[in-house]
């Protein structure tokens, strides 16, 4: 991770050392360069003043010196004369050493006896005081004599000093060593403190920066982990469903990816479990969304359950779950997996106050052997699941080939249903009911079909799940109510026979509150008194959600339609609770009356049924009467009405006129 802390340590630390280099570089030049120049003027000055106090004495000498020979040189008087008169002058100054050339550079004089004789000419410092310029620099030397004695560790500013005339030429050069060790300690010593201050300071400033730094860093540091928690919070949310805690559709997509490439290599099952809960719509209209989403937690923890370690649990979305199992070895595991996890599901669930029980059905498709991919896999589970609804419900139904022709079909009918009540492809027909014995018609359902543009009529079977699984149903229900009322209304007034149309209403219209609303409105809107109106309930309704029914079907008695029981006996409808519902009719279910004559245990249930609407004081009806037989039986039982393709098949409303007009004739006869 990015430390500020850690750059600032090692850029602060050369810096310091830069500035601290720099520093003392440039003192020191400095200071060496004012000793230099101030040294090179005391030098010039006491060249100055001997010069003017003792040279004219030795200026002739000095200039003819170069013909005296080298060993008696020393040994002249001048040479000792001019010993005397520089020590006199300059021993208590720190003169240490003066040498004295002539212009060609002959070492005329020195304090050092052994250098005189010396040829300097070719010496860059003489060249240059023989021009007429001071030239200076600073040596140090370990050992140096100086008049009659040896000095050690000196620094020495050696000046080359010409020595002029009166009009200005040149007559000598004169050389100059001056002592300036103290100068140098004493600026070594500056040199050393100021040094130690700067770095005192820039240390000082350094630690207060460090400590601002260093907070900088812990601030970022928190940031950085707080930025991180909020990603992991976020991608978490991405990919798990808020409800359940399960990972989510987004999830399933890409871990559906991998197991399919893992599998693809390894050559192994996946199995895909699509599982949809029974009617869950039902707990969420009726005990509420609070309640439908605990239901959903406890299916999720369940589900969750049952799924073995290597198992993936998705929640797509609504009340649909997937289940991934990697590593299958046989396919067959699959469904034994699904059968667990519906016998897990279908324990009763305690909700708030409520004990109830849910179900799901659930779809298999396995890979490679149903699905050849991801997507085909998911439509195959999928299209699966469809058949274990449709095959009914609490129950898990594998892939076939022969699925996907179907799913298909129900995606594009599902599709055009949507537009099928605008473009007016919705019509109904119409079955009589007959009086027995007698057989003249005292009533009608009406059933609807759809006119569909390219498949032609179709009977409910192919699209009443559809339209009752999108919800369709309600909207399409009410145009069935207003269509059934208008042209029974139509009939009336056209002076046919004045009977009761019925209707038959599913059980995801019964529970829409607005259904005691929107009857209301169209029977007066239609003109149509309510006893002529006959709501047809499914027996399932009964079972569902008891209370809420009760009350909706005092309400529907209050406006005064009558209710009848459709396909009773087909369902789970406990007798003891029958005479508690507000109902007119029982309909016996298609199925009894079919096997009627072949079945005796269907015959038995028929004269139960109708014993029970005798004791009850219901009406009794048979639907699916086909033929004499049945007619007899059902007549020799106390039947009062039947329905059946024996009198007349259903159909279109300009055709029940034609039959109207004769059940007509036989219904005035009855009603006088
Ligand atoms: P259902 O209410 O039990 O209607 C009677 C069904 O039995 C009708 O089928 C009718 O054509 C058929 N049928 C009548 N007589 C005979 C017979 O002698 N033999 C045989 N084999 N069948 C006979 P349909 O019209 O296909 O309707 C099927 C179901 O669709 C209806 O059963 C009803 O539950 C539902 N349905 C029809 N129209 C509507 C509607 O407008 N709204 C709702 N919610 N459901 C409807
Ligand atoms: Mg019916
Ligand atoms: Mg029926």
């Excluded at 900088?216 to 798990?240: G, L, P």
């Excluded at 892939?399 to 022709?405: F, I, P």
Aim: net charge negative; charged share 25%.
């Amino acid at each position: 991770m990015f430390k500020l802390s850690r750059y600032f340590s090692i850029v602060s630390f050369f810096a310091i050392i830069a500035v601290v280099t720099v520093l003392s570089v440039f003192y020191r030049t400095h200071t060496t360069e004012a000793l230099m120049a101030h040294q090179t003027r005391s030098n010039v000055s006491l060249a100055k003043a001997f010069v003017n106090s003792v040279w004219p004495r030795y200026a002739a000498f000095v200039r003819s010196a170069t013909n005296i020979p080298r060993v008696e040189l020393g040994k002249r008087e001048e040479i000792s004369a001019l010993r005397a008169d520089i020590i006199a002058q300059m021993d208590d100054l720190n003169v240490v050493k003066v040498k004295i050339y002539n212009l060609d550079g002959l070492t005329v004089f020195s304090t050092d006896e052994k250098q005189i004789g010396i040829d300097k000419s070719d010496n860059t410092g003489f060249q240059t005081a023989r021009r007429g310029d001071v030239a200076s620099s600073i040596t140090f030397r370990n050992e140096f004599y100086a008049f009659e004695r040896f000095i050690v560790d000196r620094n020495l500013v050696t000046s080359y000093i010409p020595v002029t005339s009166g009009n200005g030429t040149v007559e000598a050069v004169f050389e100059l060593y001056s002592d300036v060790t103290d100068l140098v300690d004493e600026l070594n010593r500056t040199q050393k403190q100021i040094i130690l201050v700067v770095s005192i300071a820039l240390g000082a400033l350094y630690l207060f920066l460090f400590m601002i730094v260093k907070r900088a860093d812990n601030i970022i540091t928190t940031q950085e982990q707080e930025r991180r928690k909020n990603e992991d919070k976020v991608r978490y949310q991405a990919y798990h469903d808020a409800l359940t805690g399960l990972p989510n559709r987004v999830s399933f997509g890409e871990r559906m990816d991998e197991m399919i490439a893992r599998a693809k290599r390894g050559k192994n099952l996946v199995g895909l479990l699509f599982l949809d809960l029974d009617r869950f719509k039902v707990v969420n209209d009726s005990l509420g969304h609070d309640a439908g989403d605990q239901l959903l937690r406890v299916v999720a923890k369940r589900i969750h359950n049952v799924a073995r370690e290597s198992d993936m649990v998705f929640r797509m979305g609504g009340d649909e779950f997937t289940v991934m199992l990697e590593n299958l070895r046989h396919a067959e595991d699959a469904a034994r997996v699904a059968q667990r996890l519906i016998d897990a599901i279908a324990e009763s669930v305690q909700l708030g106050n409520h004990e109830m029980t849910i179900t799901v059905s659930i779809g298999i498709a396995i890979y490679p052997t149903d699905a050849a991919d991801v997507d085909a896999l998911v439509k195959g589970a999928d299209a699966a699941m469809y058949r274990a609804k449709q095959s009914g419900r609490n129950m898990y139904a594998t892939y076939t080939a022969d699925l996907n022709v179907h799913a298909i079909e129900r995606f594009t009918l599902e599709a055009e249903l949507q537009q099928a009540l605008k473009n007016e492809e919705f019509v109904l027909y119409y079955q009589p009911k007959v009086a027995l014995p007698g057989g003249h018609i005292v009533g009608m359902e009406a059933l609807l079909r759809w006119n569909h543009p390219r498949l032609g009529l179709l009977a409910p079977d192919k699209f009443l799940s559809i339209l009752e699984d999108t919800r369709l149903i309600v909207p399409v229900g009410e145009w069935v109510l207003r269509t059934a009322c208008k042209q029974n209304k139509l009939w009336q007034d056209a002076g046919m026979m004045r009977t009761r149309i019925s209707v038959n209403i599913s059980a995801s219209q019964f529970r829409d509150e607005s259904l005691v609303v929107t009857i209301s409105e169209i029977l007066q809107e239609s003109g149509l008194e309510p006893r002529f109106l006959e709501l047809e309930l499914t027996e399932g309704l009964l079972i569902e959600d008891t209370r809420g029914g009760i009350d909706m079907m005092n309400e529907l008695k209050e406006i005064g339609v009558f209710l009848s029981i459709d396909d009773f006996g087909s369902g789970y409808s406990s007798l003891n609770c029958l005479n508690r519902f507000p109902i007119d009719i029982l309909k016996i279910d298609r199925s009894f009356i079919n096997n009627l004559m072949t079945d005796r245990k269907d015959a038995e249930i028929t004269h139960a049924i109708a014993s029970l609407a005798r004791a009850l004081k219901l009406g009794l009806i048979a639907e699916g009467v086909e033929n004499e037989e049945q007619l007899e039986f059902l007549q020799s039982h106390g039947c009062d009405e039947a329905q059946g393709f024996l009198f007349s098949h259903p159909v279109p409303a300009e055709e029940f006129s034609q039959l109207l007009v004769e059940g007509n004739l036989a219904g005035l006869r009855k009603e006088a």
